[in-house]
């Protein structure tokens, strides 16, 4: 009995543990599926054609799926067939759907079964065109009326209010052919000189255009823009009118920005199209919307996609941008790709792990047979945990990287921002002084040629302080090339000039050698003395005391170039510093005499944009010898890189505006106690505020003022009649206050000049637009300044003048002024409200200047200088003189008596009336009467 329960009990634990490896099978069975089953969203499109935009519209999408691997993408395309596009819908639906995304061929057609979708429960998204009907789920896409209204300002803008347009149009039957329609004709409508004289609805597509655009260029000879409606239709157009001799004199605006080669932006920049408007389209933003919707997320039903105007000022950069973002993506495309292999990886690797743990467990019921395969077991999924750490530093690796390299950006461009500014300030007040030194008739010819070299060199300096901005610009393949032809020799011999007291005191040997006595070279001069200045500046510094510096200049006739070297034979440099010496921010050993790292990086920029080369060929201890070569004649520049006219070495417009000043001119400078007119000086440099003080005195009262803030409260209590501000300024920024100005009652009429070290031309830019009157760049010269001041006060002049020939004569009868063009819009409402205001209110006899007061919400002070700054009078004589014109006119009809006449017009008395009557006609009213 015993042993038989033995073998029955060994039987039982036999199938108990089968039983557990059977459970464990199925277990590991069930997870395995369910990671493979893992949730699904089944995405439908519906594309209404294939076109070069909306292939762009697909490659986004595609990319954007990469990120997104619960999404299952169903794309069918219609090929402009509504019919077809019908049935596809229809098609995706059956086929079962989460969502459904269309882009409609046309409106009427597939209103109906969009909206049969929408209301079976199936969320639906319109990508770039819409139905006739609001029944779906959201819409995302440019607004095609705003492209075709931006294209239409555009058109205005570029043709000054003058054109005579064709419009090429896609078929009104689609929403946006219709909406571009009506945008552009939006868009022109306030310029009347701009006026649509031909339209070309292309139905059969391209066709249509080579069929009937030839006849209509002929029917309208005076035709001078066209605007096609994608930039397909403009670029055919451009073909068309280049075949007949048209396109030289014609301006072509598309719509689309498709970057990549043969493309949108790639006409714009070819010159092909002188502008495209961008229509964005939205594939990517299509994706996260049905995510949005997928995932009962809050979002917009309308979501428009902004446009921008792309012409040959942004062409390039766009260009050159859109190159990064598609190399990027592709990096990113091949990121994706080993990233699935990951995943897939990883996938293996749980559902291994899931059986090596089975196994495990297997092994313990198993026994001790089992025992090595576990510790195999065991060493597979440490490796795997080892691998899975070496993933997730990897990704954080390249998370930290792309960080660092966007605050390395980052400190770049301020780098680059804030060295400029606090170069340029000190350089402004170096050039004042010399300026003031230079025609004193007191200093001898050798004191004023010594104060000559130092605002020559301080010239120098401000150049290198740009070498760095000109380094910013190379960098973005922004520099623009200006050649003309000068003379190589004379060229190379005025820039010597500079360095020759250096050489003697030094005792270099330098010199120029050359059989050449002239040599005609086409160049961009300030280019070239940019690179020459570099070169000899790095020759003077590594040459020691008593060697040489020569410079030659050759022509190889086999070649066809120039070559002009510089030589010394100073330090030297190794092998390995001559292969990296043209790098950026490269620094030899010589580390006591190291500069910025930028010259020679920037030399080689600016002679490959000639056309030629620069090389270095050095030994250590002996010197070097560094040699441009430019090739001869003007064949391998384009034609927007020639200029006619020379220009001499030195060519920024500081340096040939102290070429051309007389010496012997002196400003007298003299304290005016006198002056009528006040100037409000806002500057935080104490320097720069005495320098301008002192030049402003003689003529003007000067206010200072070194805080935003504080110079803004001046400004409204004292209202002066001109503001010279700084940019950056503690308290306040200058372009907060010049904005704050122009937008008060108060301040608006005051001319506002801005003296900021921000150069470029995006920052006068932005300072003109917020409302300064001038920009001028930090260094100025103080002569130019003086004469800007003069102007726009003369224009200020000016304007009263013309109020005050029109303010009296319109008051009476019809509050209507004839302003001047250049009234800014707060003056005008000002000025006629002014007017409107004293002709209700003249005839009352309590009629004061605090109901003026109490209208405008200004104080006396205040509306007393408003009103003098721009009608030149006071408030009392305006409003008296209105009063006696009104007389005057009472007195002429003869209807009412001398007394009834001056309480009608506001006098209190008849017998102070008769007094200012007599004052001004020099009659009493009832002689005037008589007179008449």
Same mark, same amino acid.
């Given at each position: 009995?015993?042993?038989?329960?033995?073998?029955?009990?060994?039987?039982?634990?036999?199938?108990?543990?089968?039983?557990?490896?059977?459970?464990?099978?199925?277990?590991?069975?069930?997870?395995?599926?369910?990671?493979?089953?893992?949730?699904?969203?089944?995405?439908?499109?519906?594309?209404?054609?294939?076109?070069?935009?909306?292939?762009?519209?697909?490659?986004?999408?595609?990319?954007?799926?990469?990120?997104?691997?619960?999404?299952?993408?169903?794309?069918?395309?219609?090929?402009?067939?509504?019919?077809?596009?019908?049935?596809?819908?229809?098609?995706?639906?059956?086929?079962?759907?989460?969502?459904?995304?269309?882009?409609?061929?046309?409106?009427?057609?597939?209103?109906?079964?969009?909206?049969?979708?929408?209301?079976?429960?199936?969320?639906?998204?319109?990508?770039?065109?819409?139905?006739?009907?609001?029944?779906?789920?959201?819409?995302?896409?440019?607004?095609?009326?705003?492209?075709?209204?931006?294209?239409?300002?555009?058109?205005?803008?570029?043709?000054?209010?003058?054109?005579?347009?064709?419009?090429?149009?896609?078929?009104?039957?689609?929403?946006?052919?219709?909406?571009?329609?009506?945008?552009?004709?939006?868009?022109?409508?306030?310029?009347?000189?701009?006026?649509?004289?031909?339209?070309?609805?292309?139905?059969?597509?391209?066709?249509?255009?080579?069929?009937? #655009?030839?006849?209509?260029?002929?029917?309208?000879?005076?035709?001078?823009?066209?605007?096609?409606?994608?930039?397909?239709?403009?670029?055919?157009?451009?073909? $068309?009118?280049?075949?007949?001799?048209?396109?030289?004199?014609?301006?072509?605006?598309?719509?689309?920005?498709?970057?990549?080669?043969?493309?949108? $932006?790639?006409?714009?920049?070819?010159?092909?199209?002188?502008?495209?408007?961008?229509?964005?389209?939205?594939?990517?933003?299509?994706?996260?919307?049905? #995510?949005?919707?997928?995932?009962?997320?809050?979002?917009?039903?309308?979501?428009?996609?902004?446009?921008?105007?792309?012409?040959?000022?942004?062409?390039?950069?766009?260009?050159?941008?859109?190159?990064?973002?598609?190399?990027?993506?592709?990096?990113?495309?091949?990121?994706?790709?080993?990233?699935?292999?990951?995943?897939?990886?990883?996938?293996?690797?749980?559902?291994?792990?899931?059986?090596?743990?089975?196994?495990?467990?297997?092994?313990?019921?198993?026994?001790?047979?089992?025992?090595?395969?576990?510790?195999?077991?065991?060493?597979?999924?440490?490796?795997?945990?080892?691998?899975?750490?070496?993933?997730?530093?990897?990704?954080?690796?390249?998370?930290?990287?792309?960080?660092?390299?966007?605050?390395?950006?980052?400190?770049?461009?301020?780098?680059?921002?804030?060295?400029?500014?606090?170069?340029?300030?000190?350089?402004?007040?170096?050039?004042?002084?010399?300026?003031?030194?230079?025609?004193?008739?007191?200093?001898?010819?050798?004191?004023?040629?010594?104060?000559?070299?130092?605002?020559?060199?301080?010239?120098?300096?401000?150049?290198?302080?740009?070498?760095?901005?000109?380094?910013?610009?190379?960098?973005?393949?922004?520099?623009?090339?200006?050649?003309?032809?000068?003379?190589?020799?004379?060229?190379?011999?005025?820039?010597?000039?500079?360095?020759?007291?250096?050489?003697?005191?030094?005792?270099?040997?330098?010199?120029?050698?050359?059989?050449?006595?002239?040599?005609?070279?086409?160049?961009?001069?300030?280019?070239?003395?940019?690179?020459?200045?570099?070169?000899?500046?790095?020759?003077?510094?590594?040459?020691?005391?008593?060697?040489?510096?020569?410079?030659?200049?050759?022509?190889?006739?086999?070649?066809?170039?120039?070559?002009?070297?510089?030589?010394?034979?100073?330090?030297?440099?190794?092998?390995?510093?001559?292969?990296?010496?043209?790098?950026?921010?490269?620094?030899?050993?010589?580390?006591?005499?190291?500069?910025?790292?930028?010259?020679?990086?920037?030399?080689?920029? #600016?002679?490959?944009?000639?056309?030629?080369?620069?090389?270095?060929?050095?030994?250590?201890?002996?010197?070097?010898?560094?040699?441009?070569?430019?090739?001869?004649?003007?064949?391998?520049?384009?034609?927007?890189?020639?200029?006619?006219?020379?220009?001499?070495?030195?060519?920024?417009?500081?340096?040939?505006?102290?070429?051309?000043?007389?010496?012997?001119?002196?400003?007298?400078?003299?304290?005016?106690?006198?002056?009528?007119?006040?100037?409000?000086?806002?500057?935080?440099?104490?320097?720069?505020?005495?320098?301008?003080?002192?030049?402003?005195?003689?003529?003007?009262?000067?206010?200072?003022?070194?805080?935003?803030?504080?110079?803004?409260?001046?400004?409204?209590?004292?209202?002066?009649?001109?503001?010279?501000?700084?940019?950056?300024?503690?308290?306040?920024?200058?372009?907060?206050?010049?904005?704050?100005?122009?937008?008060?009652?108060?301040?608006?009429? $005051?001319?506002?000049?801005?003296?900021?070290?921000?150069?470029?031309?995006?920052?006068?830019?932005?300072?003109?637009?917020?409302?300064?009157?001038?920009?001028?760049?930090?260094?100025?010269?103080?002569?130019?300044?003086?004469?800007?001041?003069?102007?726009? #006060?003369?224009?200020?002049?000016?304007?009263?003048?013309?109020?005050?020939?029109?303010?009296?004569?319109?008051?009476?009868?019809?509050?209507?002024?004839?302003?001047?063009?250049?009234?800014?819009?707060?003056?005008?409402?000002?000025?006629?409200?002014?007017?409107?205001?004293?002709?209700?209110?003249?005839?009352?006899?309590?009629?004061?200047?605090?109901?003026?007061?109490?209208?405008?919400?200004?104080?006396?002070?205040?509306?007393?200088?408003?009103?003098?700054?721009?009608?030149?009078?006071?408030?009392?004589?305006?409003?008296?003189?209105?009063?006696?014109?009104?007389?005057?006119?009472?007195?002429?009809?003869?209807?009412?008596?001398?007394?009834?006449?001056?309480?009608?017009?506001?006098?209190?008395?008849?017998?102070?009336?008769?007094?200012?009557?007599?004052?001004?006609?020099?009659?009493?009213?009832?002689?005037?009467?008589?007179?008449?």
């Amino acid at each position: 009995m015993g042993k038989g329960f033995l073998v029955k009990l060994k039987y039982m634990n036999r199938r108990f543990l089968w039983g557990i490896a059977g459970v464990l099978a199925m277990a590991t069975l069930f997870s395995c599926t369910k990671t493979i089953n893992e949730k699904k969203y089944i995405v439908g499109f519906s594309q209404c054609c294939s076109d070069p935009w909306r292939d762009v519209m697909n490659g986004e999408m595609q990319r954007e799926l990469l990120l997104h691997p619960e999404l299952d993408f169903k794309i069918k395309i219609a090929g402009n067939n509504s019919e077809l596009q019908e049935q596809q819908i229809k098609e995706l639906v059956s086929e079962g759907l989460d969502i459904l995304l269309v882009s409609p061929n046309e409106a009427k057609p597939l209103t109906a079964i969009i909206e049969e979708v929408y209301k079976a429960g199936i969320p639906v998204i319109l990508i770039d065109r819409k139905t006739d009907s609001e029944l779906y789920t959201a819409y995302i896409g440019a607004n095609n009326y705003e492209v075709g209204k931006t294209a239409g300002r555009y058109v205005v803008s570029r043709m000054n209010g003058q054109a005579r347009v064709i419009e090429i149009l896609l078929p009104l039957a689609i929403s946006p052919g219709a909406a571009r329609n009506r945008g552009f004709s939006d868009g022109i409508a306030p310029a009347p000189g701009v006026e649509v004289v031909a339209t070309l609805e292309t139905k059969g597509g391209l066709e249509d255009i080579s069929k009937m #655009l030839p006849g209509l260029l002929q029917n309208h000879p005076d035709a001078n823009a066209i605007f096609g409606h994608t930039d397909l239709l403009a670029e055919t157009a451009h073909k $068309i009118a280049h075949d007949m001799g048209r396109a030289k004199d014609m301006l072509f605006v598309g719509i689309d920005g498709i970057p990549g080669t043969g493309r949108g $932006i790639q006409a714009v920049e070819d010159g092909i199209l002188d502008a495209s408007m961008l229509y964005p389209t939205g594939g990517a933003e299509a994706i996260r919307l049905a #995510l949005a919707v997928l995932n009962n997320l809050p979002y917009e039903k309308e979501n428009t996609l902004e446009t921008i105007v792309i012409d040959e000022g942004n062409a390039r950069i766009l260009h050159n941008q859109m190159k990064k973002v598609f190399s990027l993506q592709e990096n990113i495309d091949r990121q994706m790709e080993v990233l699935e292999n990951y995943k897939l990886v990883s996938h293996n690797q749980r559902i291994f792990i899931l059986v090596l743990i089975s196994s495990l467990l297997l092994a313990v019921v198993l026994g001790v047979f089992l025992w090595k395969s576990l510790r195999v077991q065991k060493a597979a999924l440490n490796n795997l945990e080892i691998k899975n750490r070496e993933i997730m530093e990897h990704e954080q690796q390249l998370v930290e990287m792309a960080e660092e390299v966007k605050q390395a950006t980052q400190a770049k461009v301020d780098f680059f921002t804030n060295i400029s500014h606090e170069f340029r300030t000190p350089l402004t007040l170096i050039l004042g002084f010399a300026e003031e030194l230079l025609p004193s008739k007191k200093l001898g010819k050798d004191v004023q040629q010594s104060i000559g070299h130092i605002q020559q060199n301080a010239f120098r300096l401000l150049r290198l302080v740009n070498q760095l901005m000109d380094f910013r610009k190379a960098e973005s393949n922004q520099m623009r090339l200006r050649a003309s032809e000068n003379d190589l020799v004379a060229f190379v011999r005025n820039i010597m000039e500079s360095y020759g007291k250096t050489a003697h005191r030094r005792g270099i040997d330098f010199q120029l050698l050359t059989r050449q006595e002239k040599l005609p070279v086409w160049f961009d001069a300030g280019m070239m003395d940019k690179v020459l200045f570099n070169l000899l500046s790095n020759a003077f510094k590594f040459t020691p005391d008593g060697g040489k510096i020569h410079l030659a200049i050759s022509v190889d006739n086999f070649e066809n170039k120039v070559k002009l070297s510089v030589e010394d034979n100073g330090k030297g440099m190794t092998p390995a510093e001559v292969d990296h010496v043209f790098e950026p921010f490269f620094q030899g050993d010589e580390q006591q005499l190291a500069g910025t790292g930028l010259g020679l990086s920037l030399s080689k920029s #600016l002679v490959e944009l000639h056309g030629g080369d620069i090389s270095a060929k050095s030994s250590k201890g002996k010197g070097s010898r560094f040699t441009v070569s430019l090739p001869l004649g003007k064949k391998h520049l384009r034609e927007e890189q020639v200029i006619s006219e020379a220009v001499p070495a030195f060519v920024s417009q500081e340096v040939l505006l102290t070429r051309e000043m007389d010496l012997e001119t002196t400003w007298k400078e003299t304290e005016n106690s006198t002056a009528t007119q006040q100037i409000l000086i806002i500057e935080d440099n104490e320097d720069l505020q005495f320098f301008l003080k002192k030049k402003l005195s003689a003529t003007y009262q000067v206010i200072q003022s070194t805080d935003g803030k504080d110079g803004l409260r001046k400004a409204f209590d004292l209202t002066p009649d001109l503001i010279i501000c700084d940019i950056m300024l503690p308290g306040m920024n200058g372009l907060e206050i010049v904005r704050t100005l122009k937008s008060d009652l108060r301040t608006s009429h $005051i001319p506002v000049v801005v003296l900021s070290a921000r150069s470029t031309i995006e920052q006068q830019i932005e300072g003109t637009e917020t409302g300064a009157d001038s920009y001028i760049t930090k260094p100025f010269n103080v002569l130019f300044l003086l004469s800007k001041i003069k102007s726009l #006060l003369l224009n200020r002049q000016v304007l009263r003048e013309s109020f005050s020939q029109n303010l009296v004569a319109h008051s009476i009868e019809v509050p209507q002024v004839d302003l001047p063009e250049n009234t800014s819009p707060l003056d005008r409402d000002f000025v006629q409200k002014f007017v409107s205001y004293t002709s209700e209110n003249y005839g009352r006899q309590d009629f004061q200047v605090a109901d003026l007061c109490d209208e405008f919400g200004l104080s006396r002070s205040q509306l007393y200088r408003k009103v003098s700054a721009l009608l030149g009078e006071s408030i009392s004589d305006y409003i008296q003189n209105l009063r006696l014109k009104k007389a005057e006119e009472l007195l002429l009809e003869g209807k009412l008596s001398v007394a009834d006449i001056a309480y009608q017009v506001g006098y209190s008395s008849p017998d102070y009336f008769s007094t200012v009557f007599r004052s001004r006609y020099g009659v009493p009213p009832s002689g005037f009467r008589k007179n008449q």
